[in-house]
């Protein structure tokens, strides 16, 4: 017997041979008000006190029905006389004394649908939010194909091929996101650059290989999909991959209500690229008396954005509009410069290198220690180049150590150049021919595998 059965007391199981309960065609029963709605609808009519003399419809299963003379009277459950409607509330009370339940119904209520806010697009067709940003996702996707592309965009994997001209290609791949910076950009309501830093990020992990880039993906996660803020993103990563003829070959556009607030967001990418590998760079190559060859950085680029955040918004109290100090620009123009890409500064003079090391997150000493061999130290002359606007600011309003600054920022070097004395100048001259500065800002000397800082 199953467990509605139980809990209906004015319902019984039908005596042998008797006809069966009403039931739709589909299966489903009927019970109280709706079972008489439904014979109503059948019989063409109210059903009075008098049943219809006579009914050509047959129960389910059961014998035609005969007339009554004393009221109608259906097999199965009983039903109320018509405008007298039994209310649910009471089967209901019982069904929550039958089972323990204080004040929950059993029976699940009907599930409730997300609101949709349907888009009316330029051409006319109305979209759900999801659909038209990912309308707008491929069409920005289409602008960054190059002639190594295969493939038709939506399809499971993305493919590129290796450019001819290699005799031993190695593949490079790196992966990273853009931190707490997309918390900048959705305060400011700036969406448009998080892209570009993001494709800068991974092209320069890769270029310290000596790689070039090949293919991107991208993945954006975000409570809901928002047409106009998902098309921003997205124009950013296709910018970044157009400026280095670099495929955008797929990615994941992913709403996760339960693990985002309305309006956050995450985006992550990878990159592929390739190089010969007689000519890949790993860091073996660094010798003592080797130059540090330091490039500037436009900014936090992708890091410490937390700490950053902290100061700005808590201590300091400031506005993303509001004038960043020392600098004659906004909050939001300052914490949410592009992350600067190396490639046409570095790329001329890749083959007079010993090595490259990306600035990120760990500041100098914690990525410039990647590439030394054992043996080797690397020495930083701390006064070498002059800190950077934000970077005082940060220092001073947040009262952060020095040691603190170091570990976290990167201080206005973003990319670090290992080569010989001979070849300072030249690379040096190549930076600046790309609108980059760079200085000369250490050497490698025997000793441990460390960073140090030399302090004049």
């Known amino acids: 017997m199953r467990h509605d059965e139980l809990l209906d007391p004015v319902e019984a199981r039908p005596p042998p041979g008797a006809a069966a309960p009403y039931r739709h065609p589909h299966g489903q029963r009927f019970r109280g008000a709706r079972a008489l709605r439904r014979l109503e609808h059948l019989s063409g009519g109210a059903l009075g006190a008098r049943a219809r003399a006579q009914d050509g419809r047959h129960q389910a299963g059961g014998a035609r029905r005969p007339a009554r003379e004393s009221g109608h009277h259906v097999q199965g459950p009983r039903l109320p006389a018509a405008g007298r409607v039994r209310p649910h509330g009471r089967r209901r009370r019982v069904r929550r004394r039958l089972h323990g339940l204080s004040g ?7 599930p409730e649908h997300a609101p949709r806010d349907d888009v009316r697009c330029g051409d006319g067709v109305v979209r759900g939010p999801a659909e038209e940003a990912k309308r707008r996702i491929a069409s920005l996707v289409r602008t960054t194909r190059t002639a190594l592309a295969v493939g038709e965009i939506g399809a499971f994997g993305g493919m590129v091929r290796v450019p001819a001209g290699f005799e031993h ?4 791949l790196s992966t990273d996101g853009v931190g707490t910076k997309v918390l900048v950009a959705a305060r400011a309501g700036i ?9 800068n990020h991974c092209v320069n992990d890769i270029l310290v290989h000596g790689a070039r880039p090949l293919a991107f ?5 975000t409570a ?9 993103i997205v124009s950013g990563v296709a910018r970044g991959c157009q400026a280095h003829e670099m495929t955008l070959a797929g990615g994941e556009t992913a709403q996760l209500p339960d693990l985002y607030q309305p309006g956050q967001y995450d985006l992550a990418g990878t990159i592929v690229g390739v190089v010969e590998e007689r000519k890949a760079l790993h860091g073996d190559l660094v010798r003592p008396g080797d130059v540090l060859i330091g490039y500037a950085s436009n900014g936090l680029h992708t890091n410490g954005y937390t700490l950053a955040r902290r100061i700005v918004f808590e201590r300091l109290r400031l506005d993303v509009h509001d004038e960043f100090p020392e600098t004659g620009r906004t909050v939001a123009q300052v914490l949410l410069d592009v992350h600067r890409s190396y490639v046409t500064a570095v790329s001329p003079v890749l083959a007079r290198l010993h ?9 100098i000493a914690g990525n410039l220690v990647r590439i030394l061999p054992e043996g080797c130290e690397a020495v930083i002359d701390a006064r070498a180049w002059r800190w950077p606007p934000v970077f005082r600011v940060l220092r001073r309003a947040g ?12 201080l206005g070097i973003g990319m670090i150049a290992v080569s010989a004395r001979d070849d300072t100048e030249a690379v040096i001259a190549a930076a600046k021919r790309a609108a980059v500065e760079a200085w000369i800002i250490g050497e490698v000397r025997p000793g441990t595998r460390a960073v140090k800082f030399a302090e004049r």
């Open 104 to 110: 929950l119904d059993r029976r699940p209520d009907p």
């Open 169 to 172: 290609p190695v593949l490079v």
């Open 191 to 199: 969406h448009d650059t998080v892209g570009e830093d993001l494709v």
């Open 217 to 221: 993906l991208d993945y954006l996660a």
């Open 224 to 232: 809901q999909l928002e047409p106009e803020t998902a098309a921003a």
């Open 355 to 363: 090595a490259l090391a990306h600035i990120t997150g760990g500041g």
């Open 399 to 410: 009262a952060v150590s020095l040691g603190e600054m170091r570990r976290v920022f990167n």
